[in-house]
């Protein structure tokens, strides 16, 4: 019944909305929707697989494994599966796989993707406008949500073990996420605002972490858990309240929630007065026992992170202050970056050049002068250049329009090489990106092409095509055995053998008789 009425809810919205103009929340939104709309996307049908061989069957590059998952990447979807289903649906699947750097973009009432019963999948860098309402994960265990942006709800139900980091929601028609029926769920880091109902709604949710979030002006809380909801941390978040707007920031009718980290880190809540605990509405009687307020520095832990050799590669940390003051960036205990604090995410790039393990600080200060600090260990390690491997081909002499389309990576691209039948055919420098290779206008034979790739250290990956051109067309010589009867005698092959053996049998005879006598 819910869903029927959410739906219903949506649409009116969807009807309603004459554009498709959009408000993010943190400098990391703007970075990374800036990032996304200067992606070059490959128009692609729906895709619907059923099975782990549906990977491979679909042509996705990949082995399926936590080192080397199954990839969609860079492709625009405009039509769903079905009236009101998804672009993408994946199910009963166990394959590691990511889709990254994707858009969804339709002119009907649809959804991005639906994950069900499936596991180990990884969703990153992709976008969702117009009438994409939502992304739905139902009976999923391992899903990695990350820096999703646009208006879309997402939706996750009777899952466990997901992670959904750094995304911007703003405007979604319903609830920005909503977790129902799930269990060890992390929300971190992620801009929600403006939605139609909640910020986030946790309905019969457990175990489940909630850290480091901006809510903002979304219409009834900013923060809801409903149900048998228990055993949830809820701390760190930026909450922002306009009694004009917003029925409410944070509400629980759950059962021994936490709604700070029990030992010094509460919420930032827009409406504290500045002294004492924090009370949350609701049936639970739920306090905030470290609150913070207009002049606290909200600052989230970031994890430690791997970068490869070569790469561009940026720390993004989520801060909040209403005072801010400066900040200092320190690697290996040396200043790699300081500035004049915004009062919003603070990030630096990131030394990529020689391998090893680097340690990067972060101090952040407001005018009132309450600070705080976050450390994070980089690793930059190395990896060989990777190469898909495209089917052998054939095709007949004169044909055109016959290419092999080769797509390796690397973070570090140097050139490649092409031979034809061990004969070095093409040089040329590498950005990385896919590689084309005509074979028209070849002579009837059969060819084989190898691509190899080199990165900046020397090291190499390469694959070979054969590639079979026919006659343009084939004649089929017929052999026809034709028997001639003519006038006279037929002879019997047969027939003259057992005459010429009975009269060599008679001679014989007659002479040992001749003999005896």
Not at 281 to 295: E, F, L, R
Not at 478 to 494: A, E, P, V, Y
């Amino acid at each position: 019944m819910r869903k029927i009425v959410v739906m219903c809810f949506i649409l009116a919205l969807l009807l309603c909305s004459n554009g498709t103009n959009r408000t993010f929340v943190s400098d990391e939104g703007k970075l990374e929707i800036s990032t996304i709309s200067e992606q070059v996307y490959l128009s692609h049908d729906s895709i619907n697989i059923t099975s782990n061989d549906g990977f491979a069957s679909g042509g996705w590059m990949g082995e399926g494994t936590l080192d080397n998952p199954y990839t969609i990447e860079l492709f625009e979807f405009t039509d769903p599966i079905e009236a009101d289903g998804p672009c993408i649906s994946i199910s009963n699947t166990t394959a590691y796989f990511k889709i990254t750097n994707c858009s969804f973009n339709t002119t009907v009432f649809a959804s991005a993707f639906t994950l069900e019963n499936v596991t180990n999948g990884q969703i990153r860098y992709c976008s969702t406008e117009n009438f994409i309402w939502g992304m739905t994960i139902d009976n999923c265990s391992g899903i990695q949500l990350d820096r999703l942006i646009g208006t879309s709800c997402i939706d996750i139900e009777d899952s466990s073990n997901c992670n959904i980091s750094h995304c911007t929601i703003s405007g979604a028609p319903g609830d920005g996420i909503y977790l129902d029926n799930c269990s060890n769920i992390t929300a971190m880091g992620s801009d929600i605002s403006s939605c139609g109902a909640n910020g986030i709604w946790l309905e019969d949710t457990v175990n489940s972490t909630i850290i480091g979030n901006q809510l903002i002006l979304n219409s009834i809380y900013q923060i809801d858990v409903t149900g048998v909801s228990y055993n949830n941390v809820i701390y760190n978040n930026v909450i922002k309240y306009d009694f004009m707007q917003c029925f409410g920031t944070g509400h629980d009718n759950g059962v021994t929630n936490l709604w700070d980290d029990n030992v010094t880190t509460g919420n930032w809540w827009s409406n504290y007065g500045g002294s004492g605990n924090y009370s949350i509405s609701g049936s639970a009687g739920s306090v905030d026992h470290y609150p913070m307020g207009h002049t606290s520095v909200v600052l989230v832990n970031h994890d430690d992170v791997k970068f490869e050799i070569g790469s561009t590669a940026t720390i993004i940390w989520d801060a909040f202050s209403e005072v801010p003051n400066y900040f200092i960036i320190y690697r290996n205990e040396e200043i790699h970056d300081s500035g004049v604090w915004n009062g919003s995410d603070i990030s630096t790039s990131v030394s990529t050049d020689t391998l090893g393990l680097y340690n990067y600080t972060l101090f952040v200060n407001g005018t009132s002068n309450d600070n705080k600090t976050d450390t994070v260990i980089v690793t930059i390690y190395s990896t060989l250049p990777m190469i898909d491997s495209p089917e052998d081909m054939t095709y007949k002499y004169g044909q055109t329009g016959y290419s092999i389309i080769w797509r390796p990576s690397s973070s570090i691209p140097d050139r490649y090489e092409i031979y034809q039948n061990s004969v070095l055919n093409r040089n040329e420098t590498w950005d990385g990106s896919t590689i084309s290779y005509s074979i028209d206008g070849l002579s009837v034979g059969t060819y084989s092409f190898k691509l190899r790739v080199i990165d900046t250290r020397g090291y190499d990956a390469d694959d070979t095509v054969q590639v079979i051109v026919t006659a343009a067309s084939v004649i089929t010589n017929t052999t026809t055995t034709t028997t001639t009867t003519t006038s006279g005698f037929n002879i019997d092959m047969n027939l003259v053998l057992f005459l010429g053996i009975s009269s060599i049998s008679i001679i014989v005879i007659v002479v040992v008789l001749k003999l005896r006598r």
